[in-house]
């Protein structure tokens, strides 16, 4: 008899709806997680869609109610705020902190500036979130994308101010905004620090991953750092990603690869990019024309896989 074919399983798929969004399991939030991304990339590829074929409307009109059945983008907040605590025994902003300290960044903050303690250094970006101009001896300016709480860096003040971000803000502190919206002629080498922890795989589209990197590259400093943290599937059993290539799009945009962390069999890597200065840059890294493989998904690996992509 014939080997019943397993189904695959997509990192981001689950077959089910729970019935319930408000358990705590650990499972139980998992199935919501990937339900959610499952339905936002289709609400992404529907409305790509929905201008030249408006018979697609109905189907968004169901995606979209289902996400709202699901508890929409809190009760995904809130699960993945339960995933942060069970999956990786605490937040991944300790792997960044860990790394930012082992390169004597925190001892490069000459004194504590409060966020009105610099008159003249600060600059007004809304009502409520000001932010300390650049100045190469004031607290580390963080650009936290995807903030579940206000408080991640809290420990660091003294020398990180942190921007918390996020599609939909949990908490007054925290600046609602889309990254990929965000003024880039405002925001070009204003950062320090940017944290991209568990952002990408949740933007539906594999060109707004890439967008959303090469942006993260404008807006930080020369020698500035980038914090990405991925589900490990999203690179070790991916149809169109994997280390090399992960390394190959970042070295384009014009990162240095400065510390990798994953173990076999585990949930998540982490990484620790630079901003290479322009100078420094080889000419045939920086941005002219992007390679075509850089821009479209090609097989790497056959099988039973996931279809994460990032592009540019
Ligand atoms: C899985 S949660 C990650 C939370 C936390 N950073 C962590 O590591 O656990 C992903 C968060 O990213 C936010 N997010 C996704 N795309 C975003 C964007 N373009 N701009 C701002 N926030 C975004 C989502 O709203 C969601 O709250």
């Not at 319930?20 to 997680?33: F, G």
Request: overall charge positive.
């Amino acid at each position: 008899m014939p080997k019943a074919r397993k189904r695959k399983v997509p990192i981001t798929t689950s077959s089910d709806v729970p019935s319930s969004t408000s358990s705590s399991k650990p499972e139980s939030s998992r199935l919501v997680i990937r339900q959610f991304h499952v339905l936002l990339k289709q609400q992404a590829q529907l409305q790509r869609l929905l201008p030249s074929d408006p018979s697609k409307r109905k189907e968004l009109e169901d995606v979209e109610r289902k996400i709202e059945e699901l508890g929409g983008l809190e009760s995904y907040q809130r699960m993945s705020a339960i995933g942060q605590g069970n999956d990786r025994g605490g937040g991944s902003e300790k792997v960044f902190i860990g790394w930012l300290k082992e390169r004597g960044v925190h001892e490069r903050v000459v004194g504590s500036r409060t966020e009105h303690g610099d008159s003249g250094k600060l600059k007004d970006v809304s009502e409520h979130f000001v932010v300390p101009v650049n100045t190469s001896n004031s607290k580390k300016r963080l650009l936290e994308v995807g903030a579940l709480k206000p408080d991640n860096y809290s420990s660091c003040s003294a020398w990180i101010h942190n921007t918390p971000m996020d599609l939909n803000s949990r908490h007054p502190t925290i600046l609602e905004q889309d990254f990929l919206l965000l003024d880039e002629e405002e925001n070009q080498g204003k950062w320090d620090l940017i944290s991209l922890s568990l952002v990408l795989n949740f933007v539906p589209e594999a060109v707004d991953r890439g967008r959303m990197l090469n942006l993260a590259h404008k807006f930080l400093r020369t020698e500035g750092y980038l914090f990405v943290a991925l589900p490990l599937p999203c690179l070790s059993n991916s149809r169109y990603l994997d280390f090399e290539k992960m390394h190959e799009i970042m070295t384009y945009l014009g990162f240095q690869e400065i510390q990798q962390k994953w173990k076999k069999g585990g949930k998540m890597v982490y990484f620790l990019y630079q901003k290479v200065e322009q100078g420094k840059t080889p000419p045939t890294t920086r941005k002219q024309v992007v390679p075509l493989h850089l821009t479209k998904k090609a097989i790497l690996r056959q099988g039973n896989r996931n279809n994460f992509a990032i592009l540019l």
